[in-house]
């Protein structure tokens, strides 16, 4: 079946514009997981949603971070007055219902803020 | 603070050679550790997954150890192939929210 899509795959943004970035999650997991790749950099978790469970945001940066989760499935990360340090490979995840489960990327979306 | 470590560097090895790459961990006692594999431009892929009270786990030519007394997981790829370039990510699982916290990887380069 298909995978995790994101998009767009890339996207070039003036600072201090918003953006939104979109995940399409596998078909019927429940979890989903955002993450943010620095070039050169591991992983940085952002938030993570569990059924209807309230989502975990520890791994926010700021409050112009936040994403929703609409009918347990696509999910939307927006980030508001866009900075250049913001600039990375914004990776989505999704697994069957969290907790131990292998967890499926997307392909992630380049931002690059100007 | 919790800390994952793996080599910065490079690795660089001849084709059928054993890769042999570290993961090291600090102020963590996971139940589990991941390994993913990532290549350039596309997202993670997972690979294995090694629980805390097991010392070894194998699938096809992939090994991967963990020793909970040292911190530390070892991740082999035997008759390593050109194909098996490619970064390769660690994972422990955070708490019990199925949070993963991510090395920052490590390229491996297996030369013909």
């Known amino acids: 079946g298909a995978g995790v899509s994101q998009s767009p795959s890339n996207k070039v943004t003036e600072k201090g514009k918003d953006v939104e970035l979109r995940c399409d999650p596998i078909?019927?997991?429940?979890?989903l997981y955002w993450y943010r790749q620095s070039l050169g950099q591991g992983l940085e978790f952002l938030i993570y949603?569990?059924?209807?469970?309230?989502?975990?945001k520890s791994g926010l940066p700021s409050d112009r971070f936040s994403a929703e989760r609409t009918g347990g499935s696509v999910s939307t990360l927006t980030i508001q007055r866009t900075q250049q340090e913001d600039s990375a490979v914004y990776l989505c995840?999704?697994?069957?219902?969290?907790?131990?489960?292998?967890?499926?990327f997307g392909p992630g979306t380049r931002l690059t803020v100007l | 603070s919790q800390k994952i470590e793996q080599n910065s560097e490079a690795l660089n090895i001849q084709e059928g050679k054993t890769a042999t790459l570290t993961c090291n961990y600090t102020?963590?006692?996971?139940?589990?550790l991941q390994w993913y594999r990532q290549d350039p431009g596309r997202g993670p892929v997972f690979l294995l997954l090694?629980?805390?009270?097991?010392k070894e786990k194998r699938k096809e030519r992939l090994k991967v150890t963990f020793d909970t007394t040292l911190k530390q997981s070892l991740f082999h790829i035997t008759a390593s192939q050109p194909a098996d370039s490619a970064t390769y990510l660690c994972?422990?699982?955070?708490?019990?929210?199925?949070?993963?916290?991510f090395g920052q990887g490590t390229t491996l380069q297996v030369k013909p």
């Open positions: 995840a999704s697994s069957t219902s969290g907790s131990t489960d292998t967890q499926y």
């Open positions: 078909s019927g997991h429940t979890a």
């Open positions: 949603f569990q059924g209807n469970s309230a989502p975990d």
């Open positions: 102020n963590y006692s996971p139940a589990y």
């Open positions: 090694i629980r805390e009270n097991e």
């Open positions: 994972a422990l699982l955070s708490g019990n929210t199925g949070k993963l916290i």
